[in-house]
């Protein structure tokens, strides 16, 4: 941080806190006490009111503030959520700016503004559970993929890719020019060029490994606009269960991504859904037990049959 951002960033915290030592600005900036010293000397030469109290600290005089910014408390709210999720869903240093971007908004905010805002968020949570949040390994991955992006360089890993039709998984080399990271279906997935197949290509971070930024540049290519593309939907097969009515509201709150309705019968309730391909459902469909029924296609309860029948066999 250079001299001027943190004379800055020692206004805004006098301003959240109101009194603070030397010794806690030096360690909230990791500098020493002597740097706090000149800076604070150097804002009160450039007109800013700091009071210093012998045992007590430094403080901005009263009536003093930065120039303001209007936000309501919901709009308030809205902005520190979303550095609430940056810092979960992003990498460390983004996570770090998002903390202090949360520090400077709840510095200029009115104190009634900023009590009802607390208020608010006291209320609002994200979790730090399992899936809501990047292990270290995606951070890392999307930090790289992040730099690569911005300065236009190729990339280089290894994927893993479950196979369609067996319980194995593939392995391949690529190369590729990334041109854009999407948060899709509670995953992030890198957009990009791949060498070795010729074409636009979705990889998901967890699956990739040993990735390498390499000094060859790229340029996009003609024609292409990540703002406007789309991943193709390539779930081609529909499938249908039944539900029992005991249990129709659980599986409603489960959520699951395939789902496209869920309609009231005399038996129970058809949930329809559409697959890349019918393991996609298996272990969903297991989870139910007898609560629910596969009515089609064939193939997938076939593999339901063959599952039970290995559970069978171990027990």
Not at 57 to 74: I, N
Not at 218 to 225: A, D, S, Y
Not at 263 to 292: H, I, K, S
Request: aromatic content about 8%; proline content about 3%.
């Amino acid at each position: 941080m250079n001299k001027t951002d943190r004379m800055l960033a020692i206004v805004i915290e006098l301003q959240r806190k109101g009194v603070l030592r030397a010794e806690d600005l030096a360690a909230k900036f990791e500098t020493s006490v002597r740097t706090i010293y000149r800076d604070v000397q150097a804002l009160s030469e450039a007109g800013v009111p700091i009071a210093g109290a012998p045992g007590r600290g430094y403080s901005l005089m009263e009536g003093y503030f930065l120039p303001p910014v209007s936000f309501t408390a919901e709009e308030a709210v809205a902005l520190l959520i979303g550095t609430d999720f940056v810092e979960m869903r992003l990498d460390a240093e983004y996570g770090a700016k998002a903390r202090s971007s949360q520090e400077k908004i709840e510095a200029i905010l009115p104190e009634n503004v900023r009590e009802e805002t607390e208020r608010i968020r006291s209320a609002i949570r994200l979790l730090n559970e399992k899936g809501a949040k990047m292990r270290e390994k995606e951070k890392e991955t999307f930090e790289q993929l992040r730099r690569a992006i911005l300065r236009k360089r190729k990339v280089h890993f290894r994927y893993s890719k479950n196979l369609p039709d067996s319980d194995g998984t593939r392995h391949s080399e690529r190369t590729v020019d990334p041109y854009g990271l999407v948060f899709s279906q509670g995953a992030w997935v890198l957009v990009a060029f791949c060498r070795l197949r010729h074409d636009i290509r979705h990889f998901r971070l967890s699956r990739i490994n040993e990735l390498a930024v390499l000094e060859d540049s790229f340029r996009v290519i003609p024609g292409f606009r990540f703002q406007d593309h789309r991943p193709v939907d390539d779930r081609k097969v529909t499938v249908r269960i039944l539900v029992d009515h005991a249990i129709v509201d659980r599986v409603q709150e489960s959520d699951n991504f395939y789902m496209e309705s869920l309609e009231p019968g005399e038996e129970g309730w058809l949930a329809t859904f559409r697959v890349r391909r019918v393991e996609d459902l298996l272990q969903w469909t297991l989870g139910w037990g007898a609560a629910v029924r596969v009515q089609g296609p064939e193939s997938l309860r076939e593999r339901v049959r063959e599952e039970i029948e290995k559970m069978l066999e171990r027990y």
